[in-house]
């Protein structure tokens, strides 16, 4: 469904991403690890260019789709859940809402709305609430259901898992479960290895703009490397009991 090859992203002379090359099936939940300032938001960033790259291809369902602008890419199916969840704090979690599904007919923003509001009942519960009175599990919440007003084919996540209690995190991660079963095709990038591993078929690691590993999640999470660097002792105290 998504293939990138050779993807380049400079900022000046800075060289954030260096050759990366990466695939998504369709219906495939992949995800993408890597440390602090790794690459991981250029990456979705050079895919949606909103931040252009310098040179690489970029392929989404069979279309060559490198340079074009980032509306033209939403509107052909792709969504991002940005970094930091970024919802609009001021306005109320309907018109957060709203504001996602804004390129759509009014009939496909009112089965999105059904949908979202179905999968996320406290965002029914809050609909009138401003979104920035929501915690931050809520938010993301929010965040999610915003980019899902689209009816994306492709939702590409940034660290969803970021400031969130284990339990909350488990709870979003459950509904992107959720998501994939329903037919979505879902690629995330993640500080937070074991949570990302253990809910993505297959798993790429991002090291200083490069990918250094990748494989089926089952496989990543059995590597001695992958243990030391990004899981720690944490990880079996978290998710192995
Ligand atoms: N707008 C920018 N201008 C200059 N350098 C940037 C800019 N954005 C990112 N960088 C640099 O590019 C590299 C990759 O940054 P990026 O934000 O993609 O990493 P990340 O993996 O998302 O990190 P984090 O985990 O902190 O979100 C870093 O060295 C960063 O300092
Ligand atoms: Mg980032």
């Not at 938010?139 to 999610?144: E, G, N, S």
């Not at 994939?180 to 790429?204: H, M, P």
């Amino acid at each position: 469904m998504l293939k990138v090859s050779s993807l380049n992203i400079y900022y000046g002379a800075v060289r954030a991403l260096n050759n990366i090359s990466i695939h998504v099936k369709e219906k495939e939940f992949v995800s993408l690890i890597g440390s602090n300032g790794a690459g991981k938001t250029s990456l979705l960033n050079g895919i949606l260019n909103i931040v252009p790259p310098k040179s690489g291809e970029i392929v989404f369902q069979n279309r060559t789709i490198t340079g074009l602008p980032t509306k033209k890419k939403v509107k052909m199916g792709i969504s991002l859940v940005p970094e930091g969840r970024r919802v609009f704090p001021n306005m109320s979690v309907h018109e957060n809402l709203e504001m996602g599904g804004y390129q759509k007919s009014s009939k496909i923003k009112n089965r999105q709305m059904e949908f979202v509001l179905d999968l996320f009942p406290i965002l029914k519960e809050r609909n009138k609430q401003l979104a920035g009175m929501l915690s931050g599990g809520e938010q993301q919440m929010l965040a999610i259901g915003r980019a899902l007003m689209s009816d994306p084919k492709l939702l590409l996540m940034d660290e969803p898992s970021m400031g969130l209690a284990p339990l909350v995190i488990k709870n979003v991660y459950e509904k992107l479960t959720k998501l994939k079963e329903n037919g979505l095709t879902i690629f995330l990038v993640e500080q937070n290895a074991s949570v990302a591993l253990k809910y993505a078929d297959r798993g790429y690691v991002l090291e200083n703009g490069k990918i250094v590993l990748q494989g089926k999640s089952s496989e990543l999470k059995d590597d001695n490397e992958i243990k030391r660097a990004y899981l720690g002792k944490e990880y079996k105290e978290k998710w192995e009991r």
